[in-house]
């Protein structure tokens, strides 16, 4: 009733310059959506909640909001594809390949096929649950001056995570070995632009597999001293990861378990399926809290619909049934919605990444996951085989995907090659270069308007027939005016020429030999 609507509305919003009148023509104007323009908040002055907001205070915060996302879907797509998820989820269902899991949804009233382990769900609990997850959390690592806020208009960055291979210009392609494992560990404690130890940076199959997570978590967390990842491939390594990640925090159980202090990721078996293993480890997760990240894996034309709609409503649905069941256990559990859909060469069948049909489908999976409240995760991807043109473009595109759809947490920032087969030493390093522009790209001083940006004065100065290379107003701001690259060479062709003309990864080379050759781990207590 846009009546009774319009009455709520004027009586509850008298600070915005509103009447009946604006309100209906909003209505028509905007396809029946309402769209109130005015003023939220005002400095100095007694605002509707009673409180008075110093003006700093309140521009640090309108800072937050001035990069729009880019939002391909409106109000009607959006309800669109939350219905078709919620068909996915209550008439086709979705499989959890795991007994416990059966009997918590069948105690929590949903309909559980024990033969097939399909399990469909109310869409109206579904959401109840989901709900009940955080907007946004704090994961605070050994090192309290580490931790990392997850969600609202923070994005963190991590580490290639679980690829098999390794390379560099020097040896090559070769199997994951420890060596490699650690190299990569000290590469992400070294950039500050690395914020999350994710998995594995390459697999260390040098390392028996029953022991593999021991060595590797004990690297971990001595050779960073940031927010660390464990994998959920198992009830012993889960609980093995949870004793040594809190004994590296020298915490006590009670206090270790009062925060969120690292995280796992699981990874949906799709089309609609979660597997044994993986659901084990989320839900030791979630009985104490700590944060999970549910990311279907839906390749379009593969594992989900050719479109990107159809990919988009499949993966929704499959993370929402597995954050469902997560907060039913533990509600306020902090979880992550994950978007790792994209497409394949429908020629060959191989993964395609960084494509403008990743970028569009990451864009949809942001406006969701913000409709539904939850934080997101996606990916820094590529399917290029070396650190080369093709590596660096479908990773720009996937961090301005990233960008542009309010993303949390980016998994594999940096070292990503061969879509997951690869970590490259090389690559890592380029991306680490990207990645602080990016960080550089988000600076709210770049776009500022004060007096001193506008620069009236200095423009006065200088005039039509000076420059500025020497004005007042450059001397003042020239030190940090502009991000300053590590990795680019920006002299002319002559001078590059007669210096060598190194290309990019051999100067990347270079660089990752310096870093681990200077590289100090961070301290830790002697007892620990």
Same mark, same amino acid.
């Given at each position: ?71 391909? +879907? ?63 959390? #704090? ?66 199959? *040098?390392?028996?597999? &029953? ?27 889960? #609980? ?17 378990? &009062? ?15 979660? *597997? ?68 394949? *060469? ?49 990773? +720009? ?132």
């Amino acid at each position: 009733d846009k009546s009774s609507n319009t009455d709520y509305i004027s009586a509850n919003y008298l600070p915005f310059d509103i009447n009946k009148t604006k309100i209906n023509e909003s209505i028509k104007e905007n396809d029946g959506r309402l769209v109130v323009k005015g003023v939220l908040q005002r400095a100095e002055a007694e605002n509707q909640n009673g409180r008075i907001y110093p003006r700093n205070i309140l521009m640090r915060e309108a800072e937050k909001y001035t990069d729009n996302f880019i939002e391909p +879907l409106d109000a009607d797509g959006i309800q669109a594809i939350d219905n078709a998820a919620m068909q996915v989820i209550e008439e086709i269902g979705i499989q959890f390949l795991n007994e416990e899991a059966k009997s918590i949804l069948a105690e929590a009233g949903c309909k559980v096929d024990q033969n097939s382990s399909n399990v469909i769900m109310d869409r109206h609990w579904v959401k109840e649950m989901v709900f009940k997850a955080p907007t946004e959390f #704090e994961i605070v690592p050994r090192n309290p001056e580490r931790s990392v806020k997850i969600g609202g208009r923070n994005m963190a960055f991590v580490n290639v995570s679980s690829p098999p291979n390794v390379m560099d210009l020097d040896r090559g392609r070769r199997v994951g070995n420890f060596e490699s494992f650690k190299d990569l560990m000290k590469l992400t404690q070294y950039f500050n632009c690395i914020h999350l130890a994710g998995g594995y940076p390459v697999e260390p199959v *040098d390392i028996h597999a &029953s022991i593999r997570h021991l060595d590797c978590l004990y690297e971990k967390l001595t050779l960073t001293d940031k927010v660390c990842h464990a994998y959920s491939l198992g009830s012993q390594r889960v #609980e093995d990861a949870i004793e040594m990640a809190k004994i590296a925090s020298g915490l006590s159980e009670e206090e270790f378990f &009062s925060k969120p202090r690292f995280y796992t990721n699981i990874n949906s078996s799709s089309p609609l399926k979660h *597997d044994q293993p993986m659901l084990d480890g989320a839900m030791r997760f979630a009985r104490r809290g700590q944060p999970v990240i549910v990311t279907p894996f839906t390749l379009a034309g593969a594992m989900a619909p050719v479109t990107m709609a159809g990919a988009v409503v499949q993966s929704v649905a499959e993370g929402l049934a597995a954050i469902a069941l997560l907060q039913y256990i533990n509600p306020g559990t902090p979880c992550v919605f994950g978007t790792f859909t994209s497409n394949v *060469d429908m020629k060959s069948g191989a993964p395609a990444f960084g494509t403008p049909e990743y970028i569009r489908a990451t864009q949809m999976s942001g406006q969701m996951a913000r409709y539904y409240g939850l934080p997101i995760r996606a990916s820094n991807a590529c399917a290029a085989n070396a650190p080369d043109g093709q590596a660096m473009w479908e990773s +720009l595109n996937s961090m301005w995907a990233a960008s542009t759809s309010g993303i949390n947490v980016v998994y594999h920032s940096a070292g990503w090659l061969e879509g997951g087969l690869i970590a490259s030493y090389e690559k890592f390093i380029m991306d680490c270069e990207v990645l602080q522009q990016f960080q550089k790209y988000f600076d709210p001083k770049i776009s500022d308007v004060g007096i001193g940006s506008l620069a009236v004065e200095a423009i006065r100065d200088v005039g039509p027939n000076g420059h500025f290379f020497g004005c007042d107003h450059t001397q003042e701001r020239y030190t940090d005016a502009f991000y300053s690259p590590f990795m680019s060479d920006w002299r002319n062709y002559e001078a590059w020429e007669q210096d060598g003309s190194e290309w990019t990864h051999q100067r990347a080379n270079k660089i990752w030999k310096k870093i681990l050759e200077e590289f100090d781990p961070p301290p830790i207590e002697q007892s620990i």
